[in-house]
């Protein structure tokens, strides 16, 4: 009996302040999107289907290649002394918000960039190109961020997976079979540990492509405009004054959620058809071909140069007043965007307080429920948190709106925060899970036997030890709140303005350095997160 109210003390939290949100959302989209004229009006849209085709294909295109790139990268890197520091690397490569690469891809790529301006000059050229790179009509530069930001995350993954004991010597096993069998390590690989490996990341992966097909501030600053993505033509609906062409956006929510949802699971359902003899065909005969060390270096490096070029061009476009085609470098340096940007901190403050505010929350409810809630229901809360992160933001965030307009939170600095802790919680949880459920309880029968009371024990001892843990789930938590940018206009009203509703709202316009200026704060502020969460992470004990 004591141990239920235990656990009843511990959901209950957690119940009423992200489940609840999270059901209220889901059930008001549902039944907002009951409307059969906002259905008719949704399929009479005359960029209906080359919307959706884009947005499945973009999302799919930048799953393949990111995971190819992964893979490739972690077979050839594995072991040797490269592996042993990109752990770090990816992880300041995931601290940089889509956003605000996408942006400083945008300056690299576009007609009159860098890398055009570095052509110009060894060619001669006095005009900036005719070329369609940023806002192409097939979507490659979406598809190209999409990649060049989902590569880390998943050799994040992989790593993070290969670093577990069991499967970790289970894979050397492995490898020396294989070996006395003939096989070099490429063909290892491709045989052995990625069959292996791939059905271990079946939900990341997947939450990668619903992200890619449905994902809107990157589309906005990158991405194709004649057709958009759906789900931009969705968002401009769901911002539409009019009730009617409002109703047709929800409408289009469910419609892009469901079709994505069915996809899944007609994959998921034919895998086990499909995949063997893919595989089957691509390993046929024994192998002695190694990792490709060489070219996973070379990407490494690829990987890396972009994303230095990348700040380096968002920090020259933040003071570059004046830069005609086709100099390397502005002949006029102004900090005016920096002046702008300070003597209006209003986005800046905004997302310091919810990011600070919704990361604490989720720390506070993730620890009462993995101290007082059973291990065994930790699955039923795992699959509502990546429930709450695979579904497209757009029809969670229509929801939340919807269930909000009868509370009266819409426009309120406490329904911005509700709307946060949605996605912030379900990624701390997903972070904080394994450690904290890994904890010896042997330290804990010490301490009973020193007569130590509980609180005494949790905070001098257990939160000790878990402070790493806590601190990557905060950094984490951080990131992840600050980057958010649909639930934030949607649920904001316009009365709450953000890093990442400015960025998007000047990426339309002229001002480029404060563009920039916006895009580095944008990855500044998580990047600071991820470095206080190293320095202060460190165990005592």
């Known amino acids: 009996m004591k141990q239920w109210l235990n656990s009843f003390g511990g959901f209950l939290p957690l119940g009423i302040v992200w489940l609840c949100p999270l059901a209220a959302g889901l059930v008001a989209v549902i039944y907002g999107a009951r409307d059969g004229a906002a259905w008719s009006a949704l399929f009479d849209h005359p960029q209906l289907w080359p919307a959706l085709i884009l947005s499945i294909a973009t999302g799919t295109?930048?799953?393949i290649i990111s995971a190819l790139l992964a893979f490739w990268i972690v077979a050839g890197l594995y072991g040797s002394k490269l592996w042993s520091g990109s752990s770090g690397l990816m992880g300041g490569f995931l601290s940089l918000p889509h956003l605000?690469?996408?942006?400083?891809?945008?300056?690299?790529?576009?007609?009159?960039?860098?890398?055009?301006?570095?052509?110009?000059?060894?060619?001669?050229?006095?005009?900036?190109?005719?070329?369609?790179?940023t806002q192409d009509p097939y979507g490659l530069s979406l598809v190209a961020v999409l990649v060049l930001k989902e590569v880390p995350?998943?050799?994040w993954l992989i790593g993070a997976l290969l670093a577990r004991p069991?499967?970790?010597q289970m894979l050397r096993g492995q490898f020396r079979v294989s070996q006395s069998l003939g096989h070099g390590s490429?063909?290892?690989?491709?045989?052995?540990?990625?069959?292996q490996i791939l059905p271990r990341l079946k939900w990341p992966l997947l939450i990668v492509w619903f992200y890619g097909a449905s994902v809107v501030d990157?589309?906005?600053?990158?991405?194709?405009?004649?057709?958009?993505?759906?789900?931009?033509?969705i968002w401009s609906d769901l911002n539409n004054a009019d009730s009617v062409i409002n109703a047709r956006g929800t409408a289009g929510s469910l419609f892009l959620t469901a079709i994505l949802t069915w996809l899944a699971l007609v994959f998921l359902a034919l895998q086990k058809a499909i995949l063997p003899s893919i595989w089957n065909f691509l390993t046929r005969g024994p192998s002695r071909r190694r990792t490709p060390r060489i070219t996973s270096g070379v990407f490494l490096f690829l990987f890396c140069a972009a994303y230095a070029m990348v700040f380096i061009i968002l920090c020259v476009m933040s003071v570059g007043t004046l830069w005609p085609y086709p100099d390397l470098f502005p002949t006029e340096s102004r900090w005016t965007a920096w002046g702008l940007f300070f003597t209006s901190p209003a986005p800046l403050l905004n997302s310091l307080s919810l990011a600070c505010a919704s990361t604490l929350a989720a720390l506070a409810l993730a620890i009462i429920w993995l101290e007082t809630v059973p291990e065994k229901l930790d699955t039923a809360l795992l699959v509502c948190a990546i429930t709450a992160l695979a579904l497209p933001t757009l029809v969670i965030a229509d929801g939340q709106y919807l269930a909000f307009l009868h509370l009266g939170l819409n426009g309120t600095w406490v329904g911005v925060f509700l709307a946060h802790l949605t996605p912030v919680f379900a990624y701390v949880f997903i972070v904080l899970k394994g450690p904290y459920r890994a904890f010896d309880p042997r330290y804990r029968s010490v301490s009973l036997g020193l007569n130590t009371d509980p609180y005494r024990f949790w905070s001098s001892v257990k939160l000790a030890m878990m402070k790493p843990a806590m601190a990557a789930a905060a950094a984490v938590g951080i990131g992840v709140s600050v980057a958010q940018y649909v639930p934030t206009q949607l649920i904001a009203a316009g009365r709450m303005s953000t890093l990442p509703i400015e960025a998007v709202t000047l990426s339309s316009g002229g001002n480029r350095p404060l563009l920039a200026v916006f895009a580095l704060m944008l990855a500044v502020v998580p990047a600071l997160a991820f470095i206080a969460a190293a320095r202060f992470g460190r165990k005592t004990l």
């Open 61 to 63: 295109l930048s799953l």
């Open 100 to 133: 605000a690469f996408a942006i400083g891809f945008g300056f690299l790529i576009m007609p009159s960039g860098l890398i055009a301006r570095m052509l110009g000059n060894f060619s001669g050229w006095t005009e900036p190109p005719q070329w369609i790179t």
């Open 153 to 155: 995350f998943l050799i």
């Open 166 to 168: 069991d499967i970790s």
């Open 186 to 195: 490429g063909s290892i690989w491709l045989r052995v540990f990625i069959p």
């Open 218 to 233: 990157v589309a906005l600053a990158i991405g194709p405009t004649q057709p958009p993505p759906l789900a931009v033509i």
